[in-house]
Protein backbone atom coordinates (compact mmCIF):
# COMPACT_ATOMS: atom_id res chain seq x y z
CA UNK A 1 0.00 0.00 0.00
CA UNK A 2 1.15 3.28 -0.54
CA UNK A 3 2.29 5.05 1.74
CA UNK A 4 2.95 9.03 1.70
CA UNK A 5 4.50 10.57 4.75
CA UNK A 6 4.35 14.00 5.77
CA UNK A 7 6.90 15.40 8.63
CA UNK A 8 4.45 16.87 10.97
CA UNK A 9 0.08 16.59 12.16
CA UNK A 10 0.26 20.13 13.92
CA UNK A 11 2.68 22.95 13.48
CA UNK A 12 2.48 26.50 15.11
CA UNK A 13 5.30 29.25 13.79
CA UNK A 14 5.37 32.58 13.95
CA UNK A 15 5.24 35.60 11.41
CA UNK A 16 8.15 36.19 9.49
CA UNK A 17 9.53 33.18 10.22
CA UNK A 18 11.15 30.45 7.68
CA UNK A 19 9.06 27.42 7.79
CA UNK A 20 9.62 23.35 5.91
CA UNK A 21 7.22 21.06 5.83
CA UNK A 22 8.21 17.52 4.81
CA UNK A 23 6.83 14.70 2.76
CA UNK A 24 8.27 11.05 1.86
CA UNK A 25 6.81 8.73 0.12
CA UNK A 26 7.90 4.93 -0.61
CA UNK A 27 6.25 3.73 -3.82
CA UNK A 28 8.88 5.16 -6.02
CA UNK A 29 6.31 7.45 -7.65
CA UNK A 30 7.80 10.43 -10.44
CA UNK A 31 5.12 12.72 -9.16
CA UNK A 32 4.73 14.80 -5.87
CA UNK A 33 2.24 17.85 -4.97
CA UNK A 34 1.41 20.30 -2.65
CA UNK A 35 -1.79 21.57 -1.58
CA UNK A 36 -3.15 23.51 1.16
CA UNK A 37 -7.02 23.25 1.83
CA UNK A 38 -9.13 25.99 3.13
CA UNK A 39 -12.74 25.72 4.05
CA UNK A 40 -15.00 26.21 1.11
CA UNK A 41 -12.19 26.48 -1.18
CA UNK A 42 -11.34 22.66 -1.77
CA UNK A 43 -7.97 21.80 -2.60
CA UNK A 44 -5.81 24.26 -4.47
CA UNK A 45 -2.11 23.26 -6.02
CA UNK A 46 0.87 25.53 -4.61
CA UNK A 47 3.78 23.41 -6.91
CA UNK A 48 3.91 20.22 -8.10
CA UNK A 49 7.04 18.17 -9.00
CA UNK A 50 7.28 15.38 -11.97
CA UNK A 51 11.19 14.46 -11.47
CA UNK A 52 13.78 15.19 -9.30
CA UNK A 53 15.04 19.00 -9.16
CA UNK A 54 11.87 19.47 -11.48
CA UNK A 55 9.42 21.69 -10.58
CA UNK A 56 6.23 23.24 -11.85
CA UNK A 57 3.89 26.42 -9.80
CA UNK A 58 0.62 25.46 -9.34
CA UNK A 59 -2.16 28.00 -8.94
CA UNK A 60 -1.39 29.92 -5.96
CA UNK A 61 2.55 28.88 -6.07
CA UNK A 62 3.33 33.51 -3.91
CA UNK A 63 4.98 32.78 -1.14
CA UNK A 64 6.34 29.40 -1.25
CA UNK A 65 8.72 27.64 -2.53
CA UNK A 66 9.98 23.83 -3.25
CA UNK A 67 13.18 21.36 -3.10
CA UNK A 68 13.13 17.58 -4.58
CA UNK A 69 16.37 16.61 -4.10
CA UNK A 70 15.93 13.13 -3.92
CA UNK A 71 12.88 11.27 -6.23
CA UNK A 72 11.16 10.42 -2.41
CA UNK A 73 11.01 13.36 -0.78
CA UNK A 74 9.12 16.93 -1.77
CA UNK A 75 9.70 19.90 0.84
CA UNK A 76 7.17 23.05 1.22
CA UNK A 77 9.23 26.20 2.50
CA UNK A 78 7.27 28.85 3.79
CA UNK A 79 10.13 31.65 2.67
CA UNK A 80 8.12 34.38 5.80
CA UNK A 81 5.06 32.86 7.09
CA UNK A 82 2.17 35.05 7.13
CA UNK A 83 -0.94 34.76 8.56
CA UNK A 84 -2.88 33.94 5.36
CA UNK A 85 -0.85 30.83 5.69
CA UNK A 86 -2.49 29.77 8.05
CA UNK A 87 -3.58 26.31 6.47
CA UNK A 88 -3.75 22.54 6.29
CA UNK A 89 -0.99 21.65 3.82
CA UNK A 90 -1.65 18.14 1.80
CA UNK A 91 1.06 16.38 -0.35
CA UNK A 92 0.71 13.91 -2.80
CA UNK A 93 2.29 11.73 -4.87
CA UNK A 94 1.62 9.57 -8.23
CA UNK A 95 2.71 7.79 -11.05
CA UNK A 96 3.25 9.39 -14.24
CA UNK A 97 3.67 6.74 -16.46
CA UNK A 98 -0.48 6.09 -17.34
CA UNK A 99 -3.00 8.01 -18.01
CA UNK A 100 -5.72 7.65 -15.00
CA UNK A 101 -3.38 7.63 -12.19
CA UNK A 102 -4.97 8.62 -8.51
CA UNK A 103 -2.88 10.56 -6.48
CA UNK A 104 -1.96 9.54 -2.98
CA UNK A 105 -2.44 12.01 -0.39
CA UNK A 106 -0.41 12.17 3.60
CA UNK A 107 -2.47 12.68 6.61
CA UNK A 108 -2.00 16.73 6.27
CA UNK A 109 -0.14 19.03 8.29
CA UNK A 110 -2.35 22.24 10.27
CA UNK A 111 -0.26 25.00 10.36
CA UNK A 112 -1.03 28.02 12.14
CA UNK A 113 1.16 31.00 11.50
CA UNK A 114 0.85 33.28 14.51
CA UNK B 1 -11.77 29.77 -16.67
CA UNK B 2 -11.41 26.25 -16.34
CA UNK B 3 -13.29 25.43 -13.45
CA UNK B 4 -14.92 22.37 -11.75
CA UNK B 5 -18.32 22.67 -9.86
CA UNK B 6 -19.69 21.17 -6.91
CA UNK B 7 -22.55 22.64 -6.65
CA UNK B 8 -24.36 21.34 -3.34
CA UNK B 9 -21.89 22.95 -0.25
CA UNK B 10 -23.63 20.17 2.62
CA UNK B 11 -25.98 17.69 1.93
CA UNK B 12 -27.56 16.29 5.28
CA UNK B 13 -29.19 13.04 4.64
CA UNK B 14 -31.04 10.22 7.04
CA UNK B 15 -29.40 6.64 7.02
CA UNK B 16 -30.71 4.55 4.32
CA UNK B 17 -31.69 7.31 2.20
CA UNK B 18 -29.98 8.09 -1.38
CA UNK B 19 -27.41 9.99 -2.21
CA UNK B 20 -26.02 12.31 -5.42
CA UNK B 21 -23.85 14.86 -5.52
CA UNK B 22 -23.20 16.98 -8.57
CA UNK B 23 -19.94 17.66 -9.92
CA UNK B 24 -19.63 19.56 -13.29
CA UNK B 25 -16.47 20.73 -15.04
CA UNK B 26 -15.60 22.90 -17.89
CA UNK B 27 -12.71 21.52 -19.81
CA UNK B 28 -13.06 19.93 -23.61
CA UNK B 29 -11.68 16.95 -25.01
CA UNK B 30 -10.39 13.85 -22.65
CA UNK B 31 -10.35 14.37 -19.16
CA UNK B 32 -9.51 11.52 -16.22
CA UNK B 33 -12.34 12.18 -13.41
CA UNK B 34 -11.99 11.30 -9.77
CA UNK B 35 -13.81 11.20 -6.80
CA UNK B 36 -11.80 11.54 -3.12
CA UNK B 37 -13.61 11.44 0.13
CA UNK B 38 -12.04 12.80 3.51
CA UNK B 39 -13.45 11.18 6.78
CA UNK B 40 -13.11 13.29 9.68
CA UNK B 41 -9.65 13.43 10.88
CA UNK B 42 -8.54 11.00 7.78
CA UNK B 43 -6.50 11.77 4.57
CA UNK B 44 -8.51 11.97 1.28
CA UNK B 45 -8.95 8.46 -0.11
CA UNK B 46 -10.00 7.64 -3.48
CA UNK B 47 -13.63 6.67 -4.03
CA UNK B 48 -13.69 6.03 -7.71
CA UNK B 49 -12.01 7.04 -11.13
CA UNK B 50 -13.11 7.37 -14.54
CA UNK B 51 -10.36 7.57 -17.70
CA UNK B 52 -12.20 5.21 -19.93
CA UNK B 53 -14.52 2.48 -20.85
CA UNK B 54 -17.99 2.28 -19.20
CA UNK B 55 -19.51 5.24 -18.54
CA UNK B 56 -20.88 3.83 -15.16
CA UNK B 57 -18.20 3.46 -12.48
CA UNK B 58 -18.21 1.33 -9.41
CA UNK B 59 -15.74 2.24 -6.64
CA UNK B 60 -15.83 1.47 -2.96
CA UNK B 61 -18.07 0.97 -0.18
CA UNK B 62 -20.90 0.73 -2.60
CA UNK B 63 -20.50 4.20 -4.26
CA UNK B 64 -20.76 4.54 -8.34
CA UNK B 65 -20.32 7.60 -10.69
CA UNK B 66 -21.92 8.28 -13.99
CA UNK B 67 -19.69 10.20 -16.89
CA UNK B 68 -22.40 11.47 -19.26
CA UNK B 69 -19.55 13.57 -21.54
CA UNK B 70 -22.57 15.76 -23.24
CA UNK B 71 -23.26 17.08 -19.57
CA UNK B 72 -19.99 17.64 -18.73
CA UNK B 73 -20.69 15.97 -15.38
CA UNK B 74 -19.47 13.31 -13.27
CA UNK B 75 -21.85 12.96 -10.62
CA UNK B 76 -21.81 10.74 -7.56
CA UNK B 77 -24.26 8.03 -6.41
CA UNK B 78 -24.88 5.70 -3.25
CA UNK B 79 -28.60 4.14 -3.55
CA UNK B 80 -28.01 3.95 0.80
CA UNK B 81 -26.40 5.93 2.89
CA UNK B 82 -25.26 5.32 6.55
CA UNK B 83 -23.72 7.00 9.32
CA UNK B 84 -20.00 6.09 8.45
CA UNK B 85 -20.79 8.10 5.35
CA UNK B 86 -20.29 11.13 6.92
CA UNK B 87 -17.13 13.01 5.30
CA UNK B 88 -16.32 15.43 2.54
CA UNK B 89 -16.50 14.47 -0.76
CA UNK B 90 -14.41 16.07 -3.66
CA UNK B 91 -14.18 15.69 -7.48
CA UNK B 92 -10.97 16.25 -9.88
CA UNK B 93 -10.55 16.55 -13.14
CA UNK B 94 -6.77 15.51 -15.12
CA UNK B 95 -7.60 18.37 -17.73
CA UNK B 96 -6.79 17.01 -20.93
CA UNK B 97 -3.59 16.08 -22.15
CA UNK B 98 -2.26 16.36 -18.83
CA UNK B 99 -2.37 13.14 -17.56
CA UNK B 100 -0.68 11.81 -14.40
CA UNK B 101 0.01 15.17 -13.87
CA UNK B 102 -1.70 17.69 -11.68
CA UNK B 103 -5.57 16.97 -10.73
CA UNK B 104 -7.96 20.43 -9.97
CA UNK B 105 -10.43 19.48 -7.12
CA UNK B 106 -14.27 21.31 -7.12
CA UNK B 107 -14.49 22.55 -3.91
CA UNK B 108 -16.29 19.89 -1.95
CA UNK B 109 -19.24 18.42 -0.54
CA UNK B 110 -19.95 17.71 3.31
CA UNK B 111 -21.60 14.94 3.40
CA UNK B 112 -23.94 14.64 6.82
CA UNK B 113 -25.40 11.70 7.47
CA UNK B 114 -27.98 11.18 10.59
CA UNK B 115 -28.96 7.72 12.53
Known amino acids: DVKVTQSSRYLVKRTGEKVFLECVQD?????MFWYRQDPGLGLRLIYF???????EKGDIPEGYSVSREKKERFSLILESASTNQTSMYLC?????????????FGDGTRLSIL | AQSVSQHNHHVILSEAASLELGCNYS??????LFWYVQYPGQHLQLLLK??????LVKGIKGFEAEFIKSKFSFNLRKPSVQWSDTAEYFC?????????????FGKGTTLSVSS
Open chain 2, 27 to 32: YGGTVN
Open chain 1, 49 to 55: SYDVKMK
Open chain 2, 92 to 104: AVTPPGQAGTALI
Open chain 2, 50 to 55: YFSGDP
Open chain 1, 92 to 104: ASSRRDRAGQPQH
Open chain 1, 27 to 31: MDHEN
